[in-house]
Nanobody, 124 residues
């Protein structure tokens, strides 16, 4: 059974930092594009960041560029999202996902596997 499990979320004050982890099990994703998405109440799920299989390609939404960093450790089958200088508008449920193909994409329909999501709340 393939599982993606996020951890590291929680409540933080504006300006603070959190590091999300996404541990995969059931199969290796070492050749997969991995992405992070988020969904705030009443809004559609949106792309946050993606990383190619070897970490050579990093892609970010404009709203998080310069503040968030995506990385991966293929030996641990784990993807990370370091979030710095957090803002109240970053409050959302964050999801990690594994893409179907080998080209990066921000289209949620191109991601086959999803974690259950983890809450990140940034207080002002």
């Amino acid at each position: 059974q393939v599982q993606l499990v996020e951890s590291g979320g929680g409540l933080v004050e504006a300006g603070g930092s959190l590091r999300l982890s996404c541990a995969a099990s059931g199969r290796t994703f070492s050749r997969s594009i991995m992405g992070w998405f988020r969904q705030a109440p009443g809004r559609e799920r949106e792309f946050v960041a993606a990383i190619t299989w070897n970490g050579g390609g990093l892609y970010y939404a404009g709203s998080v560029k310069g503040r968030f960093t995506i990385s991966r450790d293929n030996a641990k089958n784990t993807v990370y999202l370091q979030m710095n200088t957090l803002k109240p508008e970053d409050t959302a449920v964050y999801y990690c996902a594994a893409a179907r193909g080998t080209k990066w994409t921000m289209d949620t329909n191109e991601y086959d596997y999803w974690g259950q999501g983890i809450q990140v709340t940034v207080s002002s």
